[in-house]
Nanobody
Framework: QVQLVESGGGLVQAGGSLRLSCAASERTFSYYAMGWFRQAPGREREFVATIRRSGGLAYYADSVKGRFTISRDNAENTVYLQMNSLKPEDTAVYYC???????????????WGQGTQVTVSS
């Protein structure tokens, strides 16, 4: 059982930046593909970014491409999401997730964190 704990959320003005972190409990962290998802009030959880086990490849939702960067440090069992040029529509609870497959599909991820709130004011 992998436990994931997100941190780094908060309130920021439009155009600002935040860096989210997700720490995993397991030494087998490097076995999993990692993803970031978000959920705004009244909306379904949506894919944001994913990174392969080795960290060599990443994939982004069109809405964040060029503004967000996902990275991982397997030695520290941590995945990051650097968010730049934030927009009010980025406001959501952000979740990290671990899964066996490198995919954008929410249900393919086996383990989830509790989420961290990101609020972007206009």
């Amino acid at each position: 059982q992998v436990q994931l704990v997100e941190s780094g959320g908060g309130l920021v003005q439009a155009g600002g930046s935040l860096r989210l972190s997700c720490a995993a409990s397991e030494r087998t962290f490097s076995y999993y593909a990692m993803g970031w998802f978000r959920q705004a009030p009244g909306r379904e959880r949506e894919f944001v970014a994913t990174i392969r086990r080795s960290g060599g490849l990443a994939y982004y939702a069109d809405s964040v491409k060029g503004r967000f960067t996902i990275s991982r440090d397997n030695a520290e069992n941590t995945v990051y999401l650097q968010m730049n040029s934030l927009k009010p529509e980025d406001t959501a609870v952000y979740y990290c997730a671990a899964g066996d497959n490198w995919t954008t599909v929410t249900r393919s991820y086996n383990y989830w964190g509790q989420g961290t709130q990101v609020t972007v004011s206009s």
